[in-house]
């Protein structure tokens, strides 16, 4: 991979997520509702107080006055202020984004660990009943609604066996001081392996939620692509030479095979970044997805709008990610 | 031959559209939290022969169309912060008022609302709210609905704790069988802000009170106590005198006395004051000119116009006093990340969207609480509560969902605890338009509602009726007054003089 050609595929992403920012912007101002008339709630308050409210939150002026003030705060670094919470955005989410990338490492790893050998055993016992029963399972856990899923999850390990915590990320009584907002990792820092052990417990469920679903997508396009490069010319000459079946499956085809499954994964990664707000929810997880879907409840435009943006530029980094995976897997492909 | 036939045919369809038009017809908009009531009452209305409808809609959008006066009937609900009507029945209906989305507007309750806000006699007050609510159950400007109980839920451990009517748990006097720790589950995805000033939620709220102390403090019941005040006295109409605690401490070990207090309330009232943002609280405390330290330890309430008494006391039990020179010194952001308050427990560290944990403070001048440490856990999903509580995670949970009680309740170890609750739930009808400007029809929908099947059924009986948006455990609430009854053949009747056909 050629590093100019990176270069500019980084550059292009900025006007994406520009473009995004602008266009989450003036969606949201079309969105019914006032963000001040919200956050005051069922008060007495006089007009003139709610207009000094809005003022100073800008919000009085017009359109394109406010698009102006957003952007050029972008240039200078600056998301802005929540209206809500009266904190800079960017403390809000680099708060939350280091919960929601645990998750999703922790998603994706599970799913892979599930999707890679079921899918692989799926396509070269092809018709068998083991086939069948992947095939049938996989419908099941593409189908099932991860709200109603992850709290089966819970009364199952947390209540009924009590193997596993409920929610959360950590025990409630536990002491970590935040240096990285990765609990795994603070834990370790702080040199506590039992809040580590503990973090991790909290971890299996929401990744175990999550995952189930994913490897149900992902053995799916791991079967079909693994059948379809075991017919090929190419395998067929491999096992002429006399290797190992096992030998010809894992070094030769799974190679090939990968490409469509990584296209799946980087989709996925880009997915599961942006926070699922119902998993957050239900395990008490406080990732970016909650703090996103609260803040459109409250229309705390200036936080909905940093998201958004953050959004498209993991979107635009995973497909990057992916590629450059490609070529690893085949020299053959270009970035 | 076919022009016969579509002649026919529309005339048909003439004969039977003209019959519809008779009936009542009309949308009833509800947010979605109350859509399975919306569905028993459309189909206790089409019973009688009334052609009601159910669109669902997200709260702030339903809210903004009935602010334009699109809507017909909507449902709505509104809270109060006071045990009085004064920020529940007067926003809601007096004219033009910020909540009044029905656009009732009747001179007589204006006039009564107006003396009840500003006489400075408790008599006339009372007086005064009764003729309201006699006028306002009369005229019959919404369906009035009923009022949800606040439904708690805590392990037998928890010693000495009761759920409160407005949300104020103190955990000040409450212990914990085998335990100096309490864990609480609470409903919300965040507490919003530690800073005193920059809050308008009562979840935010329920945590602050346990890290600041008051002027005032409420009982469970709403009745109004002596906190970091002690005394108070009226020296004129318009100026109301405290008299401050002595000896007491935030919890660096500065003393506590007017400077805080007037501190507290200018960066409150003054406009841009917390670093250039204003805070949402102001309208909680009235037409207030401002407030003055008379010596260390006493302070004035300077109103520009004349407020109850009662009113002063209820608004102080929400404003946490903050300590002026620690907060001048660290800045608000400094503040914010680590709050200093003379409250019973101290702020120990947390994350606002996950926990927060508080310690004892042990020189508190009412003395040191008796657990060690509360932690406020972030759970806002309701069955990952109750699943928490059943695994013994936590040990007070917050909001249990009426229809999930059961699931607590068959369980050995933890109960169900209730208090009474402090919004109003209601259908506003528009007063502006037809068909809902016509007194007759309104009261008619008021007796066409099965209340007590709906209350019973989907709330599981954690509702109470209630007669006009009057509250019960407020002040001046007309006890006599009886909410209208569930009499469907007086519905018919007022329709039909109202020129509807009915079933």
Redesign the interface.
Known sequence: MRLTKLLERVLSAVPVALGVAILAFLFLRFLPGDPVEIMLGDTQVSQQQLAALRSQLNLDKPLLTQLGIFLSGLLRGDLGESIVKHAPVAKLIGDTLPATIELTLATVLVGILIALPVGIISAVRSGSWLDRTVLSGALVGISMPAFWFGLIMILLFAVELRVLPTSGRIAAAMVVDRTTGFMLVDTLLAGDLKAFGVALKHLVLPALTLGVVFAAVLARVVRTSMLEVLSKDYVTTARAKGLREWGVILKHALRNALIPALTVTGLQFGELLGGNMIVETVFAWPGLGRLVVSSIFARDYVVVQAAVMLYALTYVGANLVVDALYTLLNPRIAL | MHRIKWLLLSLVALVLMSANAEKLTFVLDVTENRSDEGQAIVAQLQAIGIDASLRVW?T??L???MLAGTRAASTSD????YFDP???A??KLRTKD??NYSFYSNAAVDEAFRVASTSIDDATREQAYLTAQRQIFADAPLVFGYVLQNIEAASDSVQGWEPAADNSENFSRVSVIGSD?L?IGMRV??V??L?PA?Y??RDTEAVLRNIFDALTIPTAEGQVQPHLATAWRVIDPLTYEFDLRSGVTFSNGEPLDADDVVFTFERILT??A?D???S?R???L?PIDHVEKVDATTVRFVYKETFPQELVLQALTHFQIVPKDYLTEVGVAAFTAKPIGSGPFVYA?G?????V?LEANPTHWNGAPKLK?V?W?????A??RI??L??G??QVIQAVPPDLVERIASVPGVAVHTALGTRSYQIELNNAAAPFDDTRVRQALNYAIDWDSILKNIYRGYADRLSTVFLPSGFGYAEDLAPYPYDPNKAKELLRQAGYETN
């Open positions: 997200q702030t959008v809210r903004d169309e509104w809270g109060s912060a004064f920020d529940l007067i926003p910020r909540g720790t864990v995805n965040a919003v802000t800073d920059m308008r939620d406009e841009g917390i250039g943002a204003t949402p102001a309208g909680l009235g560290r994350a606002l969207d996950s926990q944990v440490s932690v856990q972030m759970m806002p999903e069955s990952t699943a928490a059943l695994a995670e936590v």
